[in-house]
T-cell receptor, first 116, second 114 residues
Framework: GAVVSQHPSWVICKSGTSVKIECRSLDFQATTMFWYRQFPKQSLMLMATSNEGSKATYEQGVEKDKFLINHASLTLSTLTVTSAHPEDSSFYIC????????????FGPGTRLTVT | GNSVTQMEGPVTLSEEAFLTINCTYTATGYPSLFWYVQYPGEGLQLLLKATKADDKGSNKGFEATYRKETTSFHLEKGSVQVSDSAVYFCALSDHTGTASKLTFGTGTRLQVTL
């Protein structure tokens, strides 16, 4: 149980375009979802936290207008990278937790974004 | 603020060798502690966890004991296999607010050779 999927697993886009990444909890209702960014051979950096039906809380230094997060249902959150640039190329990972306030997170397999 | 410090890698071991990956933390209160593993090209998988002092988390031959007095959560395995080659992340969750954020260490890459 507690499976989280991400789609797509990898995507290549041209500079200036936008790309949407989906994160789904397959067998549970995720009260909270998290989005991380991982640079090569580095740790995970938390970008934002979102609760279903409310606005995401972004970490300091993360551009809200560039990384749009929507958590429209208890099983789906999306991250849209708007006007992508090569420096946005990275591995994006989502996680989900339940019930509200739970300390345990279940991670998706990640999405590799390459901006050319 | 919270922080997690892991020993730097990469760690290279021969198969059947003993593994220790050190992890120490700084946090207010009583955090929960985790070890996650990331295999090449994949997302993170929870390896083991401990939620209070002196708890021992264990899974797949790996163990880690929550030591409050030394603020440590070192990962150990008695006999590693080639299939254990991966990046290991130590993390803590401090249970504050409505969403318990995870703070990760920088990760330690383990390479096991025949």
């Amino acid at each position: 149980g507690a499976v989280v999927s991400q789609h797509p697993s990898w995507v290549i886009c041209k500079s200036g375009t936008s790309v949407k990444i989906e994160c789904r909890s397959l067998d549970f209702q995720a009260t909270t979802m998290f989005w991380y960014r991982q640079f090569p051979k580095q740790s995970l950096m938390l970008m934002a936290t979102s609760n279903e039906g409310s606005k995401a809380t972004y970490e300091q230094g993360v551009e809200k207008d560039k990384f749009l997060i929507n958590h429209a249902s208890l099983t789906l959150s999306t991250l849209t990278v708007t006007s992508a640039h090569p420096e946005d190329s990275s591995f994006y990972i989502c996680s989900a937790s339940f019930p509200l306030g739970s300390y345990e997170q279940y991670f998706g397999p990640g999405t590799r974004l390459t901006v050319t | 603020g919270n922080s997690v410090t892991q020993m730097e890698g990469p760690v290279t071991l021969s198969e059947e060798a003993f593994l220790t990956i050190n992890c120490t933390y700084t946090a207010t209160g009583y955090p929960s502690l985790f070890w996650y593993v990331q295999y090449p090209g994949e997302g993170l998988q929870l390896l083991l966890k401990a939620t209070k002092a002196d708890d021992k988390g264990s899974n797949k031959g790996f163990e880690a004991t929550y030591r409050k007095e030394t603020t440590s959560f070192h990962l150990e395995k008695g006999s590693v296999q080639v299939s254990d080659s991966a990046v290991y992340f130590c993390a803590l969750s401090d249970h504050t607010g409505t969403a318990s954020k995870l703070t990760f260490g920088t990760g330690t890459r383990l390479q096991v050779t025949l």
